[in-house]
């Protein structure tokens, strides 16, 4: 079992950056891929970003790409979601979520465990 705990939403106001972490436990997360998903007031819970297990790559989706970036620390069994720029369309819960076979990683289906969200509000 990898339970993982979301931290560091909060209300912020167009422009601003903001670091999400993701701290995993019961298991180290170097072997599993990991991601960012959110989900927005009457809306279906999208992918934000992922990173597989090695780091070698990432994904993006087209509305934060270039203003977010997400990295791993498996040393400290934390993955990070790097936002800059934000805007009021980036309001959300943001979950993040581990996959330990891979695969369709845009899918949340492909994921096994997933934090309880934490709340980003960006004012606008």
């Known amino acids: 079992q990898v339970q993982l705990v979301e931290s560091g939403g909060r209300l912020v106001q167009t422009g601003d950056s903001l670091t999400l972490s993701c701290a995993a436990s019961?298991?180290?997360?170097?072997?599993?891929?990991m991601g960012w998903f959110r989900q927005a007031p009457g809306k279906e819970r999208e992918i934000v970003t992922f990173i597989t297990w090695d780091g070698d790559n990432t994904y993006y989706a087209d509305s934060v790409k270039g203003r977010f970036t997400i990295s791993r620390d498996n040393g400290k069994n934390t993955v990070y979601l790097q936002m800059n720029d934000l805007k009021p369309e980036d309001t959300a819960v943001y979950y993040c979520a581990a996959s330990k076979a891979g695969g369709m990683l845009r899918w949340d289906r492909t994921y096994d465990y997933w934090g309880q969200g934490t709340q980003v509000t960006v004012s606008s």
């Open positions: 019961g298991r180290a997360l170097s072997t599993y891929a």
